[in-house]
C-alpha cells in the first residue's frame, strides 16, 4: 500500500518576530519571520533572488516590499502576500533541514507546528494551506503545550510564553489542555516596543529613531521594577548623535504588560482545582524572548504573593524550546493523532 518512504520529524515554531525549526535529523534552525521580494528590475539585478528570507531580507529592505506575514501570533488575514509570506518562510525553514523543494527527495515529513493558543481555531485552516504542499502529516498545537512538552512541566505547572505578538499562558494537568486552561494576551513584545516608541518620542521630540533601534535598545536594556545603571542610548538630534537617557521610559513601556499579564495568571491560578493550587503557583515557568525582560520572573513572584506566593522559574535560552517541543511531540505521537495533507 505505501513504499518505505524516509520519515522526517521535524518541530515548527512559527513566531512573530522569530521562527524555529528542529528536525529529527539533528538540524535546529532559528530564522528572523521576515520575507521580502525586489521591488523592481534594479533591484532584482542586485539581490539576484527572486524572494528572500530572514535577516538577509530585513537588511535589505530598502530594496523589498517586505512583510511580517504573522501579526499577533495570527497570518495576516485577507492578503495574498501575506498567505504567500508564511509559504515562504515554511519552506525556508524545511530547506534548512534538508527539505528539497523541488524533489522533496523522497522523505516524508511529519510536521508539529505551535501557534497560539487562542488563535488555534482560526489559525488551523491557514497553517494547514499553507503546508499543503509541504508536508506529508501534520499537528497543530498552541505554542505554550509545545514549550511545556519540550521541557517536560506537563504536571500541575503554569507556561507563560511571552513573545512578540502574543502572550500563552497555559495549565498543565498532565494532559492535553483544553481552552479553559489557555489564555492568549496580544500584550507582548511588539506592544512593548510601540510603547517605548511613544514615550521616548514624547520625551524626545526632536531624535530620530526607528522601531527596529527601538527594539534594539529594548533587548539590551529592558527591566521592570528598578536598575542599578541608567538606560542610555544614542540616537541623531538634528543630525547629530546625541546621548538620550530613556530609563523611565523603558521602566514604563516593560512595565505596561504588567497588569493584563497578572490578572490572567492569578485567574487561570483561581481556576486549578483547590488542592493543586499551591504546587502550580510554585511550578510556573516563564518562556519567550520577552521573558527576558530583567526582574519580570521576579515581579511576577510578587504578584503571586497575593495568594499565597510561589516561584517563577526563566528559562534562559528560549529561542528552541518551542520547536524542540513541537519534535518531541511528533516523535512520540501515535499514528492516528495525525492529520493527512498529502502523499
Ligand atoms: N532581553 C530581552 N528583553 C526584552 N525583550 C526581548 C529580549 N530579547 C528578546 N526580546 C523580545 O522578545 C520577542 C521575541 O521573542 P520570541 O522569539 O519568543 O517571539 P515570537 O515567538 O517570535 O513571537 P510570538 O510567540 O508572539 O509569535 C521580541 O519582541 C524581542 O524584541
Ligand atoms: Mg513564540
Excluded at 273 to 288: A, D, I, K, M
Excluded at 311 to 327: A, M, N, R, T
Aim: charge should be negative; glycine fraction near 8%.
Amino acid at each position: 500500500m505505501s513504499e518505505k518512504k524516509e520519515v522526517l520529524h521535524v518541530g515548527i515554531d512559527l513566531g512573530t518576530s522569530r521562527s524555529s525549526i528542529s528536525a529529527s535529523n539533528g538540524q535546529r534552525h532559528v530564522v528572523e519571520s521576515y520575507v521580502g521580494w525586489p521591488l523592481d528590475m534594479v533591484a532584482r539585478k542586485v539581490l539576484k533572488k527572486p524572494v528572500l528570507v530572514g535577516r538577509e531580507a530585513l537588511d535589505n529592505r530598502s530594496m523589498l516590499d517586505l512583510h511580517r506575514p504573522l501579526e499577533q501570533g495570527l497570518i495576516k488575514d485577507g492578503s495574498e502576500k501575506d498567505e504567500a509570506a508564511v509559504r515562504e518562510l515554511l519552506w525556508h525553514l524545511l530547506s534548512l533541514v534538508g527539505v528539497d523543494r523541488e524533489a522533496k527527495n523522497g522523505v516524508k515529513v511529519r510536521a508539529v507546528v505551535g501557534v497560539p493558543a487562542e488563535a488555534l481555531r482560526v489559525n488551523k485552516q491557514q497553517v494547514r494551506k499553507a503546508l499543503q504542499d509541504a508536508v506529508d502529516s501534520l499537528m497543530i498545537v498552541s505554542e505554550p503545550f509545545a514549550v511545556a512538552y519540550g521541557l517536560e512541566e506537563l504536571l500541575h505547572t503554569m507556561i507563560i510564553d511571552i513573545g512578540a505578538g502574543t502572550t500563552d499562558i497555559c495549565v498543565m494537568n498532565g494532559r492535553l489542555p483544553t481552552e479553559e486552561d489557555q489564555r492568549t494576551l496580544t500584550q507582548a513584545g511588539d506592544f512593548v516596543d510601540d510603547q517605548l516608541m511613544r514615550l521616548t518620542r514624547e520625551r524626545y521630540p526632536d531624535a530620530r529613531f526607528s522601531i527596529h533601534m527601538v527594539r534594539n535598545w529594548k533587548e539590551e536594556g529592558s527591566f521592570v521594577g528598578t536598575t542599578k545603571a541608567p538606560v542610555v542610548v544614542t540616537a541623531p538630534v538634528n543630525g547629530k548623535p546625541t546621548q538620550l537617557d530613556i530609563t523611565r521610559e523603558m521602566q514604563q513601556a516593560c512595565e505596561s504588560i504588567l497588569p493584563s499579564l497578572t490578572e490572567s495568571m492569578l485567574d487561570l491560578l483561581s481556576r486549578v482545582q483547590p488542592e493543586y493550587q499551591e504546587r502550580v503557583r510554585n511550578h510556573v515557568v516563564l518562556s519567550g524572548g520577552t521573558g527576558l525582560i530583567r526582574g519580570l520572573g521576579q515581579r511576577l513572584e510578587q504578584e503571586l504573593q497575593a495568594v499565597g506566593g510561589g516561584k517563577v522559574k526563566v528559562v534562559k535560552d528560549p529561542i528552541f524550546v518551542g520547536s524542540d517541543g513541537g519534535l518531541a511531540i511528533a516523535t512520540d505521537a501515535p499514528d492516528n493523532d495525525w492529520e493527512r495533507l498529502s502523499g
